[in-house]
Each structure stands twice: as structure tokens, then as C-alpha cells.
């Protein structure tokens, strides 16, 4: 008998173009990353959700590597009340600032396979 | 059932420093560790044939206190291997005193060593991979100082933090380590120099961070009553506290509060003190943030404050608050976790051993570790013989 595998479900609905994430039939909570039970009340019934995609970002960092482009590192609350560590593209990466709107992308080539990346909203409402 | 009185309970009796700095690529972490635990038992007037009760961690073996009993020629009869990264040293401390106090054993030897710089140059020595796969991977962070640069502009935006007030934490620690001949670095450093300095994840710059460094260290804990028999003036723990809320940093709720806000409090109110008795703070510098944070999660200032309140030098040589007067691991030492050196340095400032780094008159001393990415937080309260 296999159990539920939830990293491998995340997977194969992030390939198929959403962000996906969990939320807590118990207390109604988004979860995420995805587990066997949820961290706020313990309830073991989690049932998968698509996110809208549209965050703001919470915290920002560039990295400069010597030998490559400068890339930024951020922390996003999707507006479903999850956070997840991802990117900001086709933007120079000083110019991402906290509080700033973003919209979810699936990046098909990343380091580890598919990734979700953000891209800035184009209506960006003030922080 | 009630947990015992810790208060006063215990003792450290022995501390010391192995080779610090570069050691080359002959010599073994475990070698470090082995070598601080024979000068802190040296110290307490103790061998390891006294030794019962054995606590260690070292980064990517898994076995620690088994490799370390071996060595030594210790069968002790409690072992711990708590690994809650550099706040492994002050969890294994609070944990030697419950173990004392309960009789599972007699003296407690904690010991740590690394090779972190001279591993470098044969192949970087990781942590070990995580059970889970990675939600952060994909996006490069450069763990662990992503982490703490995500926290340090988060508190940037909240409250106004500057790097300016940053600089001020890394210049505080560097006129501290011009005056401990066992510092890495020891020269001038000034404000400018710092903001000047490479930025490596934003806004934290080489000089924003810890050194990398070789090191081991060791503390010898046993019961007050037998402390007092022992050649070196007990240095009694009052108050010991633990907490962790996250291990990644995209799952720590608020970047700018840690679980230092919960372990100073246990730890406070089993010492019986605030932080308007303590006299001088040893904490855990991974970065120019973690002072600031630390400060304010310990009660020294109000949140959004740390920046105003260590400028102009008040945490520095002659200031109000001396903060990490070994140099801290921004210029002191930092091996691989810094954790067990803020314990060694609290017991010299209560001894009076200091030399020319010592505040006159400390009873109280605070070491706080820290663990992870502003994971886990550990505080201890010592105090001297005036303190019980
Ligand atoms: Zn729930």
C-alpha cells in the first residue's frame, strides 16, 4: 500500500503550470511546504489548492556572485497566506523592493527542475 | 511532577580554548575538542577519568559523542548529542544541569572542535543534506547568510535600521578583539571600512560576517557542592532557557522577532533576574543583525531599537553594555559554531580573568546562542559567588 507523497504531488502539479499548496480541512489554514499534517492543529486531512499567484514581497536579498549576474533571493506572501522563498525575473534585481506585487510563473529550467518565479505586477499598489 | 530547582544548583568549573585560528590541514576537529577538554579539566582540577557525563556536537557527524568518548577514554554513563546547530554548546549546559541535578551523572564535560578553515581548502565540509527535499534550493540562497540578510532588510524596512547601525556591531567587536591576544583579527576597523567592504548577499557585506576559523572549545559543569571544592571560583548557572520555532528561514514567521524573545524569559525567570542585572553579554555574532536582534530579543532595548541603541559605541570598550568582549565571531573566532566560546568567555568576565578586556565587578554574565538561520535560541545566566 503507498501512502499520501506529498512532494511528489507538489511536483507534478507545479509541472502541469500551477503553484500549488495545501489547506487544513481542521482549521482552514494554507500549509505549506506540503506535509502529512498540518502544523497549526494537528489534523491529518489536507487537501491540495491552486494558488491565484499573486503575492507581495516580504523581504529581498541580492546575491553577487563573482563570476555570474547578480540575482535576488526573496521571501513572498502569497495573498492565500502562505510564504514561499522563490525569485523576482525580468527586473534588475536592485530594483526589487519590499512590499512589492508580484505574480507566480513556472520557470521550467531551474537548478533543481520546474520552479515557480515572480514576475513584478504591472498595477504595483504602494507598501 | 516539578522540575528540580536549577538555580544555583550547578557550577561550571573549567573552560578553555584549544588551538584557535588556522591549524593546517594535519590536524582533526576531533583532536580540537579532545585538546580543550584535557585544559578545562586541567583547569577544574579534574581528568577525564571524572568525567560521567558527556556532551558534544560537531557539524556532519552524526555520531559525535561516541567518536569523542573513544577518543577521550570516557564511558560516561548519561550522553547527549543534542545538535541544534551553534546553540548546540548552551542547550548542552542547561541539559548537563538537569542531569546533575537529577544524579544521572557527576561531572559533565561539553566539548566542541572544528576545521572549518582549514577545510576549505579540501573540499567544503556541509552540514549534511536535509531529510526533506529543499523549497529553497532552486533560488540560490547562500545559506547561511541569505537567511540572515532576508532577516537584516526586513528589519531595514520595518524600522528604519541602518547599515550604519550594522557597521557599528562589527567596529564594537573589533576594538573588543585588539584587546584578547587570542583573536583572529585584531586590527583597526572602522565604520567606513565596513560599509565599503564587498556586499556578498545584500545588505550584508564580507565584513558584515562571522570569520571562518579553526577551534575547539570545552566547559566542565558539576554540582555547587562539589564546585566548591574544586580549584577555580564556581561560576553558578541561575537560569537556563530553550526554544525554536523554525529551521528554514521561508518558515520563520516574523523575520525581524526570534525565539529569543521566549528563551531569555525561561531563562530570566529561572535566574531570578532581568536584563538590568546583567553586567556584561556574550552572544552569538554569526552576523552584524544577530547583535542587533539579540539585543532587543533579550530585553536590552525595545524591538526596532537594536540600531540606535549600539551606536556611539555603548556596547564597544567603555560603553554602558560590554557585548561580546572576546571579539566576538566577527573577529575573535568562529569555527564552523561559535556557541560554546560565549560560555568561556561569561565564566572569565565573573572570575575577573578577562585581563585587559575585563569589566571591573561582574556578578552577572548572560551567553546566548543562536542556531541555524535565527532558529534556535539559547540563553544562560551565570553568576559568581555574590549572585546565590
Ligand atoms: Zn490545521
Not at chain 2, 536549577?6 to 594535519?26: F, K, Y
Not at chain 2, 579540501?122 to 523549497?135: D, H, I, N, T
Not at chain 2, 531563562?267 to 539579540?294: C, E, K, R, S, W
Request: glycine share 12%.
Amino acid at each position: 500500500m503507498t501512502g499520501p507523497a506529498p512532494h511528489r504531488e507538489y511536483t507534478d502539479r507545479l509541472t502541469a503550470g500551477s503553484l500549488p499548496y495545501q489547506s487544513c480541512d481542521g482549521c482552514l489554514s494554507a500549509v505549506f511546504p506540503p506535509r502529512v499534517i498540518c502544523p497549526f492543529c494537528g489534523a491529518t486531512d489536507l487537501g491540495w489548492r491552486e494558488s491565484a499567484g499573486l503575492g507581495t514581497v516580504y523581504s529581498t536579498s541580492v546575491i553577487a556572485p563573482r563570476d555570474a549576474d547578480p540575482y535576488p533571493v526573496v521571501l513572498v506572501d502569497l495573498d492565500e497566506r502562505f510564504r514561499i522563498m522563490s525569485t523576482v525575473v525580468d527586473v534588475p534585481a536592485g530594483d526589487v523592493r519590499i512590499g512589492m506585487r508580484v505574480r507566480a510563473g513556472i520557470d521550467p529550467g531551474g537548478p533543481t527542475g520546474p520552479r515557480v518565479v515572480f514576475t513584478p505586477e504591472e498595477r504595483e499598489t504602494a507598501s | 511532577m516539578t522540575l528540580p530547582d536549577l538555580r544555583g544548583s550547578t557550577a561550571i568549573v573549567g573552560v578553555a580554548e584549544s588551538d584557535l585560528g588556522e591549524v593546517g590541514p594535519d590536524r582533526y576537529a576531533i583532536e580540537l575538542a579532545a585538546q580543550a577538554a584535557g585544559a578545562a579539566l586541567a583547569e577544574a582540577g579534574l581528568t577525564t577519568r571524572d568525567v560521567d557525563g558527556l556532551f558534544c556536537a560537531i557539524a556532519g557527524r552524526g555520531m559525535a559523542p561516541l567518536d569523542v568518548a573513544e577518543y577521550l577514554g570516557i564511558r560516561p554513563r548519561y550522553t547527549d548529542g543534542t545538535m541544534v546547530g551553534g546553540s548546540s554548546f548552551i542547550s548542552h549546559l542547561h541539559h548537563a544541569a538537569l542531569a546533575i541535578t537529577t544524579g544521572a551523572c557527576d561531572v559533565a564535560l561539553i566539548t566542541y572542535g572544528s576545521t572549518a578553515r582549514s577545510d576549505s581548502g579540501r573540499g567544503r565540509l556541509a552540514m549534511g543534506p536535509p531529510e526533506l527535499p529543499s523549497y529553497e534550493a532552486a533560488y540560490r540562497p547562500r545559506p547561511p547568510i541569505t537567511g540572515y540578510a532576508l532577516a537584516t532588510a526586513r528589519h531595514m524596512h520595518q524600522y528604519g535600521t541602518t547599515r550604519t547601525h550594522l557597521a557599528e556591531v562589527a567596529v564594537a567587536a573589533r576594538k573588543w578583539a585588539a584587546l584578547n591576544p587570542k583573536a583572529f583579527v585584531r586590527d583597526p576597523l572602522t565604520i567606513e571600512d565596513v560599509l565599503a567592504a564587498r556586499m556578498v548577499s545584500s545588505p550584508l557585506t564580507t565584513l558584515d560576517c562571522c570569520l571562518v576559523t579553526d577551534g575547539g572549545g570545552a566547559v566542565v559543569v558539576t554540582g555547587a557542592d562539589r564546585a566548591r571544592d574544586l580549584p577555580k571560583p564556581p561560576v553558578y548557572l541561575l537560569g537556563a532557557g530553550e526554544a525554536h520555532w523554525h529551521r528554514a528561514i521561508s518558515q520563520m514567521p516574523d523575520l525581524t522577532v526570534t525565539a529569543a524573545t521566549e528563551s531569555s524569559v525561561r531563562a530570566y525567570t529561572m535566574a531570578g533576574v532581568g536584563p538590568q542585572d546583567v553586567d556584561v553579554v556574550q552572544l552569538y555574532d554569526a552576523f552584524t543583525i544577530n547583535t542587533i536582534l539579540f539585543l532587543e530579543d533579550l530585553g536590552f532595548c525595545a524591538k526596532g531599537e537594536g540600531g540606535d541603541f549600539v551606536s556611539g559605541g555603548r556596547i564597544a570598550p567603555g560603553g554602558d553594555l560590554p557585548v561580546n568582549t572576546n571579539g566576538g565571531g566577527l573577529s575573535y573566532c568562529h569555527p564552523g559554531m561559535y556557541g560554546i566560546f560565549p560560555l568561556i568567555e561569561a565564566t572569565r568576565q565573573i572570575r575577573g580573568e578577562a585581563g585587559d578586556r575585563q569589566r571591573p565587578g561582574v556578578t552577572i554574565a548572560l551567553a546566548h546562542g543562536n542556531g541555524g538561520q535565527l532558529s534556535s535560541q539559547v540563553t544562560a545566566v551565570l553568576g559568581g559567588g555574590d549572585s546565590l
